[in-house]
Structures are given as structure tokens and as C-alpha cells.
């Protein structure tokens, strides 16, 4: 590293501080990341977030409280639906947005033994596929596995085939 990195880089703790202070000396982004050995991803997250908060205080120096982040409120996404005589339940359009669903959209539900969780259709996807790798319980025939793993191999194939119809709805 030449001195004058060196130099700029000194008085920086933290990855993030770096990032910021090379951006600060005018280096793109991809220059950081190979300075610091970082992937770009991290280094962009780093200059797209808000930087640390910035306390001023009264105290006198070696006073001061540590670098403490100011209380968010964040309310709970909470949404209270109605059934319908049929049984269906409407989402709110933010909810469809955020499991980017649209009409004729894949959305996979989860139901937990108290829970009735909704996942994008690649999120339960990747979660099917995840199940699918996990060893079969003590006691399983090793045929009434292979049965099971065919079933959840088969529910896979489903799913990708209705999202990709769906998105080519969505195109037309």
C-alpha cells in the first residue's frame, strides 16, 4: 500500500470508515474494493447507507458517551384480512409488491404449527430445496423416503413452471 493510502487510511477503525474515506479522496468504487480487498457489493452498500450517526455533546473530552445509535421505531408489518365466503384472502398491494406477485403470481405458503407464513415463489423454492437436502427422520423406510423426495421433487418442478407462465403473462 503506498504511504499516501497509508496516510488517508490511518486514523480509519473500522472497513466501513476506509470505504468511506477512500470515496471521500475521489476513488471509484471498484479501486476501493480492490484496495481493501472487499467485493463491490460491499463496498456500494457501504456508499449507499447512511453513514454512522453523528453525536454532538457538552461533555468535555473523555467524557463523552460512546458512538450510540439513535432509537428507530420501526411499527410491525402487521395486516389484519378478512376471509371470504369462498375461503380467499386479499393481500394489500404492498405485501404482493414486496413477495413480487402480480396477477397470476406464484406465492408460497408455509403452514407452521401456529403459523401461516407467505414467501416469495423463489424464496419457497430455495426453502423446498432446502428440505428436500436435509436427512430423512430415524425409523423412514428408505422407499417411503425416496416416495416423499419424488413428491417434493415434483412440487418443485410445479412451482417453477407456474412462476415462469406467470411471468410470461405478466410480459404480454
Not at 7 to 21: D, E, H, M, P
Not at 54 to 74: I, N, V
Not at 77 to 99: D, I, M, Q, R, W
Amino acid at each position: 500500500m503506498s504511504p499516501d493510502l497509508e496516510t488517508l487510511l490511518r486514523g480509519q477503525k473500522t472497513v466501513a470508515g476506509k470505504i468511506r474515506a477512500l470515496a471521500a479522496a475521489g476513488y471509484p468504487r471498484a479501486e476501493i474494493a480492490r484496495i481493501l480487498g472487499k467485493r463491490y457489493q460491499h463496498v456500494w452498500n457501504v456508499l449507499e447507507e447512511p453513514g454512522p450517526p453523528r453525536l454532538t455533546s457538552m461533555a468535555a473530552d473523555g467524557m463523552a458517551e460512546a458512538d450510540a445509535k439513535p432509537f428507530q421505531y420501526t411499527p410491525p408489518h402487521t395486516y389484519f384480512l378478512t376471509v371470504e365466503a369462498n375461503g380467499s384472502v386479499v393481500l394489500p398491494p404492498e405485501v404482493l409488491k414486496a413477495l413480487g406477485a402480480g396477477p397470476g403470481g406464484v406465492i408460497i405458503a408455509d403452514l407452521g404449527e401456529e403459523s401461516f407464513t407467505l414467501v416469495s415463489g423463489m424464496t419457497g423454492i430455495r426453502l423446498m430445496k432446502a428440505r428436500q437436502a436435509q436427512p430423512p427422520p430415524p425409523g423412514m423406510l428408505a422407499s417411503e423416503d425416496l416416495i416423499e423426495e419424488r413428491r417434493r421433487e415434483a412440487a418443485i418442478e410445479t412451482l417453477e413452471s407456474g412462476m415462469v407462465r406467470a411471468r410470461v403473462r405478466r410480459d404480454d
